[in-house]
C-alpha cells in the first residue's frame, strides 16, 4: 500500500508492506511514521463529520463521537443520506448510537431547533 | 456617544479571544459583530480539526465557537452587538456602525482591536475567462450554502486551488452526494495542509493536478465545463494541451485577503505582503491604541493560532487603556532568505521572550532557521520541513535584541 | 385577447426609453422581454459612456439621435436618480496624431459638439496619469459616464408607475399583421395591437423575420472589458480614448458613474449564434492592457474586481430607426449599437411621438415621478436614524462591500418592475458588485428572495431560467460512494 504521512508536514511517500504476518514501512523519515504507516495499513481510522437533514426541514451538523474504521466511511454516510432528525437536538446529544455498527456514536455538532 | 475601554470589531474567533484577553485585564469590553450571531466562519466549518494545540483535543469548528461563545455571552462586562456592521473607524478610536436594532450606534473606545477576518478571492479577482453562468463559486460560499443552508451548489464540481477549504470542499460536496472530478492547482506544491490532501483527496480517490489550471469556462445560464491547461514556469497556461472537463460547478480557493477596508484614509501602516496592519508584539498598530488580529491581520492555517494571537491583542489593548502598556524602543523584524513574511514586524526591547511567526516562501528540507539582531545571531532552529502552508514560529530571548531583527533561513 | 394600442418587444435601453415615453400619453401600452430582467442584453455590458457626439458622421441619424440625447441627460439622470456624471473626455494621441484629432475636432464642430483641441500642459491638469506619449487630445467636457442598467431600470420603473405594462420571460414567438390589427403570441400568451415597435437589439433580425419583413444584415461584436475596484478610482477622472480606428472607438480608460474604473472594450467579431454569449477571452484582455498601458500606464490591474465581456449589433454604419414601409404601424429599431445609449432617450421621445401621431395619442396632462429610494451611503445622519427606526431593515447590512441593506434590497425586490433573481437585485442595489462579488452576501441576497417570493432556496437563481444557485437539497438523489 502507498500512502503519505500526515505526522508532520514533511509528507514523507511511505510504501506499507505485509510478508508472512510482518508488516513493513519503506519512505518514513521518523518512528512516527512507521507507527503511522503500521495503522493505516492494518486499521485505518477516520472522524467522520457531515450534516443530518431535518424531517421538517434544516441540516444539523454532526461527527462521530470517535475514530471509526475507513471502510466503514461509505455506510455511515449513506445511512446519512437516508436518515431524518425529527426533535431537537443541543451540540453534544448522541443522535444514533453506532449507527452501521461503526463503533462510535454520531453526535450533535451544533444545536437543531427540530422544525 | 457610548463609552467603551476596549472595542472589538468581528465577532469570529478573533474578536471573540480578544475579549476574553481584553477581560482579564478587567476592561470593558464591546463586541460589535455583523452577523446575527458570534462565530464568524467558523460555524460553517462542520469538519474537525480545530483546536488540537488550543484545547488539546480535536473539536469541529461550530463546536471550538461554541466553548468561546459561552464565555463570552456569559460575561456581564462585554456588550456584544449582533448583526452590527461597522461604518468607520477613526485615529482618534471613534467607532460608528449600523444595526436593525440600535440604528446608527456611536462609541468612543479607549483601544480598539481590529479582529474582521478576511474575504476569499474571487472569480473577477483572478480575471477568469469565459462565460458568467451560474455554477462558478468561491469554496467558503459553496460551504455556507451547504453546510448552514443545506443546499448543494451543483453535482459534478471541479476545484480550483488547494488551498484548505478547497480541500475541505471536496470531500463535503462528496459526502453529500457530488462527484469531484478534479483538484487543479496551478503552485507545484499544496498550500493546503498534508492531513487534507490524504483525508479529504486521497480517501475519496479525488485527482488533485499540480501546475495545472483552468484557463476558461462555458456554459449560458449554467455551467457546462472547464477547461483546464497545465502551466509553464511562468506560471502560463500552455494552451496547446487545454483539456476539456464538463460539469457543473467550478469551486475557487485561490486565497484569502484580509478584510481591512475600515482601515482605507487612516495612518495605520500596511504591509504589502500580509495585506494586514504591520504590528508589534502586541499586536499594536502603527496608529496608538489600535490593534489588529486573527485573519485581517495575516491570514492563518489554523484557528488556534488566531485564538493566542487575538488573547494577546485584547489584553494588550486592556493595557493600553490602563497606560500599562510597555513602552520601550521598538526595532524593526525583517525576514530574508527563504522567508516570506515574519510577525509581528516590529519588537520592543526590554525583557521576557517573544514569538516571531512565519511563512517560508517555498517547501524547505533540513534548513535551519536563524534569527539575528544588529548582525549577531540570537536564535538558531534546525527543522525537518517548512512548507508555506503552514505558519512557523520561533521564540527569542528580548535581553538578547540589541538592534534591528533579521529571520531567514539556511542550508 | 388582450388588447394594447402599443407592444414594444425588447427591454433594453431602447425599448424602455421607448416605453417611457409612450407611457406619457393616454395608451394601452406593453413591453415584451424574453429575459428574467429588463438591460440583460447590451445595456448591461457596455462602456456607460454618454458620448458628446464628435464620432458620428454628420448628417447620420447616429449623430442626430447622439447629440439630442446627450442633452437629456443631465435633467433626465436626475428625474430618474440615476448615477451620472459629466466628467468630460479625452481622444488621446500621439504627436503624430493631431491631424487625426482635427478630422474629431471638425466633425464635432459640424456636429454642434463642444470640442477643443488641447496640449499636453492641459491633458496633465485634467489626467496627471496619461502616457508620456500623449501629446494632444481632443476635450469634449460635456461627454458623461452613466450607469446604463440603471439608466433601463429607471425608466422601466417610471413607466410601470405611469401605467406601462412590462412582461419579462415572454419571448416573442409569432408576429402577424390582420386587417390593422397585429397580432403576437410568445410562450405564454397572445397580444393584439394597433402599433408594434422592434426594439429587440441583437434579436431584432428574428423579430423581422417572424412578420415577413426584410431582416437587416446584422453584424455582432463582443467586447472583453475590466472592472476596477472603487479604491482604484482618482487615477482617471474624464473617459480617456484612444484615437479611433476601423473597428471602433478603441480601448477606454474610465471612472463609472458608480465610483469604479472601467478598461475596455476589444472588438472582436462574432457569428450571429454566438450574440449572446458574453464571452470573455484571455487574448482579449491582453489587449485591454495593452491598450490600458498606452494611455494611463499607471492603473493597477491587482485591484480588478470583475472581468466581463459584452456584445453589440450593427446593420451598416447607421442606425435604423424608421416604419415598416410593408407593414404600416410596425416600426423598426435596428443596429442601436454605440452611441445608441446615448441616443436612447431621444429615439424614445422620437419613436413614442411618431406611434402617437399614428393612433392620434393624446398626451397625459401629467405624469406620476419616481420617487427616489434610500441608499445607506447616500443618506445624512439624521435620514438614516429616522428610516431605522421607522424600518429596522434599513438597519441590516446584507452587502458588506457596497454598504446595502436588507430594507434596499427588499426595496428592489418590491419595486415597480420586481427584481426577480440575484443578478437583477445587483443591478438595482449593487449587493455583490463590490471587491468580494457575492462571496459574503450571495446566500443572504438568496435567502431574502427565497422569503419575499415564497420559493425554496434551490429555486433562487443568478438571472434566466436555468440558473439556479444551489438547486439541489443535499444528500439528494444519494449515491452509496
Given at each position: ?69 475507513k ?17 431537537a ?16 456514536n ?9 422544525k | 456617544?457610548?463609552k ?36 464568524g466562519i ?55 456602525a ?5 440604528g ?5 473606545a479607549g483601544s ?16 477568469l ?18 453546510n ?7 453535482k ?14 471536496a ?9 469531484v472530478?478534479?483538484v487543479?492547482?496551478?503552485?507545484p ?18 485527482p ?16 457546462t465545463?472547464?477547461y ?22 467550478l ?22 505582503v ?25 491570514v ?12 494577546i ?7 493600553y487603556?490602563?497606560g ?36 517560508v516562501?517555498k517547501v ?5 532557521v ?16 517548512m ?25 | ?18 416605453l ?55 435633467a ?11 466628467v ?5 494621441a500621439?504627436e ?5 484629432l ?12 463642444k ?9 496633465l491638469?485634467?489626467?496627471p496619469?496619461?502616457?508620456?506619449q ?28 405611469n401605467?406601462?405594462?412590462i412582461?419579462?420571460?415572454e419571448?416573442?414567438?409569432?408576429l ?6 397585429f ?15 422592434n ?38 477622472n ?7 480606428d ?28 454566438a ?17 490600458v ?13 470583475r ?57 397625459k396632462?401629467?405624469t ?32 458588506r462591500c457596497?454598504?446595502?441593506?436588507e430594507?434596499e ?18 443591478r438595482?442595489v ?29 429555486a433562487?437563481r ?18 452509496k460512494?
Amino acid at each position: 500500500m502507498n500512502t503519505t504521512c500526515i505526522m508532520c508536514p514533511m509528507g514523507c511517500a511511505l510504501t506499507v508492506e505485509e510478508k508472512g504476518g510482518v508488516v513493513t514501512v519503506v519512505g518514513n523519515g521518523c518512528p512516527r511514521g512507521e507507527k503511522y504507516g503500521k495503522a493505516e495499513f492494518s486499521h485505518p481510522e477516520r472522524v467522520v463529520t457531515t450534516l443530518l437533514k431535518g424531517l421538517y426541514g434544516g441540516v444539523v451538523s454532526v461527527k462521530t463521537d470517535g475514530p471509526i474504521p475507513k471502510d466503514k466511511i461509505a455506510d455511515l454516510l449513506a445511512w446519512a443520506a437516508s436518515y431524518r432528525l425529527d426533535h431537537a437536538v443541543k451540540t453534544g446529544d448522541v443522535i444514533a448510537e453506532s449507527p452501521v455498527s461503526c463503533g462510535a456514536n454520531v453526535v450533535a455538532t451544533s444545536d437543531f431547533k427540530g422544525k | 456617544m457610548k463609552k467603551f475601554d476596549v472595542v472589538i470589531i468581528g465577532g469570529g474567533p478573533a474578536g471573540m479571544a480578544a475579549a476574553l484577553g481584553a477581560r482579564e485585564e478587567g476592561a470593558t469590553v464591546a463586541l460589535l459583530e455583523r452577523d446575527d450571531r458570534l462565530g464568524g466562519i467558523l460555524n460553517q466549518c462542520i469538519h474537525n480539526g480545530f483546536g488540537l494545540h488550543y484545547f488539546g483535543e480535536e473539536l469541529t469548528g461550530p463546536e471550538y465557537a461554541k466553548r468561546f461563545r459561552d464565555k463570552v455571552l456569559s460575561d456581564q462586562n462585554i456588550h456584544v452587538f449582533l448583526e452590527a456592521m461597522v461604518l468607520s473607524l477613526t485615529e482618534q478610536k471613534v467607532v460608528r456602525a449600523i444595526s436593525p436594532t440600535e440604528g446608527l450606534i456611536e462609541i468612543q473606545a479607549g483601544s480598539v482591536v481590529l479582529a474582521m477576518g478576511c474575504r476569499e478571492r474571487s472569480a473577477g479577482a483572478i480575471a477568469l475567462a469565459g462565460t458568467r453562468p451560474a455554477g462558478i463559486y468561491t469554496a467558503g460560499m459553496a460551504q455556507r450554502l451547504c453546510n448552514v443552508e443545506g443546499y448543494l451548489v451543483g453535482k459534478e464540481v471541479v476545484i480550483l486551488g488547494s488551498g484548505d477549504i478547497g480541500l475541505i470542499m471536496a470531500r463535503r460536496m462528496t459526502s453529500e452526494g457530488a462527484k469531484v472530478k478534479l483538484v487543479a492547482e496551478i503552485m507545484p506544491f499544496s498550500s493546503g495542509l498534508k492531513r487534507n490532501i490524504v483525508q479529504c483527496l486521497n480517501d475519496y480517490d479525488i485527482p488533485l493536478r499540480y501546475s495545472t489550471t483552468v484557463t476558461r469556462v462555458t456554459g449560458k445560464e449554467r455551467l457546462t465545463g472547464v477547461y483546464v491547461a497545465p502551466v509553464d514556469e511562468k506560471m502560463q497556461p500552455v494552451l496547446e494541451q487545454e483539456e476539456y472537463i464538463p460539469c457543473d460547478t467550478l469551486l475557487l480557493s485561490v486565497g484569502l485577503i484580509p478584510e481591512n477596508d475600515l482601515l482605507t484614509g487612516t495612518s495605520v501602516e500596511m504591509s504589502r505582503v500580509t495585506s494586514g496592519a504591520v504590528v508589534d508584539e502586541y499586536r499594536q498598530t502603527s496608529a496608538e491604541g489600535i490593534f489588529s488580529a486573527g485573519n485581517v491581520l495575516h491570514v492563518h492555517d489554523l484557528v488556534d493560532n488566531v485564538s493566542e494571537e487575538a488573547y494577546i491583542a485584547g489584553r494588550s489593548a486592556a493595557k493600553y487603556v490602563k497606560g500599562e502598556l510597555p513602552f520601550s524602543v521598538t526595532v524593526s523584524v525583517t525576514p530574508a532568505s527563504g522567508v516570506r513574511y515574519a510577525l509581528p514586524q516590529k519588537v520592543h526591547t526590554g525583557e521576557g521572550k517573544v514569538k516571531l511567526y512565519f511563512r517560508v516562501d517555498k517547501v524547505y528540507r533540513g534548513r535551519t532557521v536563524v534569527v539575528t539582531s544588529a548582525g549577531e545571531v540570537i536564535k538558531r532552529k534546525k527543522t525537518l520541513v517548512m512548507a508555506p502552508g503552514e505558519m512557523q514560529n520561533i521564540e527569542i530571548d528580548k535581553s538578547l535584541i540589541k538592534g534591528d531583527v533579521c529571520i531567514y533561513t539556511e542550508e | 385577447m388582450e388588447k394594447f394600442d402599443v407592444i414594444v418587444i425588447g427591454g433594453g435601453v431602447v425599448g424602455t426609453a421607448v416605453l417611457r415615453s409612450l407611457a406619457a400619453y393616454q395608451a394601452k401600452v406593453l413591453l415584451l422581454e424574453k429575459a428574467s430582467d429588463v438591460a440583460t442584453g447590451a445595456s448591461r455590458a457596455n462602456s456607460g459612456i454618454v458620448h458628446a457626439g464628435y464620432d458620428a458622421e454628420t448628417g447620420t441619424k447616429k449623430a442626430f439621435f447622439n447629440v439630442k440625447g446627450a442633452a437629456m441627460f443631465p435633467a433626465l439622470t436626475k428625474e430618474l436618480h440615476v448615477p451620472y456624471k459629466q466628467v468630460g473626455s479625452l481622444v488621446a494621441a500621439r504627436e503624430t496624431g493631431l491631424p487625426a484629432l482635427r478630422v474629431l475636432y471638425d466633425r464635432g464642430v459640424a456636429n454642434g459638439v463642444k470640442v477643443e483641441i488641447i496640449d499636453r500642459k492641459r491633458i496633465l491638469a485634467l489626467e496627471p496619469n496619461v502616457s508620456d506619449q500623449i501629446a494632444y487630445a481632443l476635450y469634449a467636457p460635456e461627454a458623461g459616464v452613466v450607469s446604463p442598467y440603471k439608466l433601463t431600470i429607471a425608466q422601466a420603473d417610471h413607466a410601470v408607475i405611469n401605467g406601462a405594462e412590462i412582461r419579462l420571460e415572454e419571448k416573442v414567438t409569432s408576429l402577424e399583421k390582420r386587417e390593422d390589427v397585429f397580432y403576437l403570441s410568445t410562450d405564454k400568451g397572445t397580444y393584439a395591437a394597433s402599433y408594434v415597435i422592434n426594439a429587440a437589439g441583437a434579436g431584432a433580425a428574428e423579430v423581422n423575420a417572424l412578420i415577413g419583413e426584410d431582416a437587416p444584415v446584422q453584424t455582432h461584436a463582443v467586447g472583453d472589458y475590466y472592472i476596477l475596484d472603487s479604491k482604484e478610482a482618482g487615477v482617471v477622472n474624464t473617459v480617456v480614448f484612444p484615437l479611433p480606428d476601423e473597428k471602433g472607438k478603441g480601448i477606454l480608460v474610465a471612472p463609472t458613474a458608480d465610483g469604479n474604473v472601467i478598461l475596455g472594450p476589444t472588438s472582436r467579431k462574432i457569428p450571429h449564434e454566438a450574440a449572446e454569449d458574453n464571452e470573455v477571452t484571455r487574448d482579449g484582455l491582453a489587449l485591454v492592457r495593452e491598450g490600458v498601458g498606452r494611455l494611463i500606464p499607471s492603473v493597477n490591474l491587482r485591484n480588478v474586481i470583475r472581468v466581463y465581456a459584452g456584445t453589440r449589433t450593427a446593420v451598416g454604419n447607421d442606425f435604423i430607426i424608421e416604419e415598416s414601409k410593408k407593414y404600416k404601424n410596425y416600426f423598426m429599431l435596428l443596429g442601436i449599437c454605440s452611441p445608441g445609449l446615448t441616443s436612447a432617450p431621444a429615439i424614445g421621445e422620437y419613436v413614442a411621438g411618431q406611434a402617437a401621431a399614428a393612433l392620434g395619442l393624446v398626451k397625459k396632462q401629467q405624469t406620476i415621478p419616481l420617487p427616489d429610494r434610500f441608499h445607506l451611503t447616500k443618506a445624512s445622519e439624521e435620514e438614516i436614524k429616522q428610516k431605522v427606526a421607522s424600518d429596522p431593515t434599513f438597519g441590516r447590512i446584507v452587502c458588506r462591500c457596497e454598504k446595502v441593506t436588507e430594507g434596499e434590497i427588499l426595496a428592489a425586490i418590491r419595486s415597480p418592475l420586481p427584481a426577480r433573481t440575484v443578478d437583477a437585485v445587483k443591478r438595482r442595489v449593487r449587493a455583490g458588485m463590490g471587491r468580494c462579488q457575492g462571496g459574503f452576501c450571495r446566500p443572504r441576497v438568496m435567502e431574502i428572495l427565497s422569503r419575499e417570493f415564497g420559493i425554496p432556496l434551490s429555486a433562487v437563481r443568478l438571472g434566466d431560467k436555468g440558473s439556479e444557485i444551489a438547486p439541489y437539497e443535499v444528500k439528494d438523489g444519494y449515491e452509496k460512494i
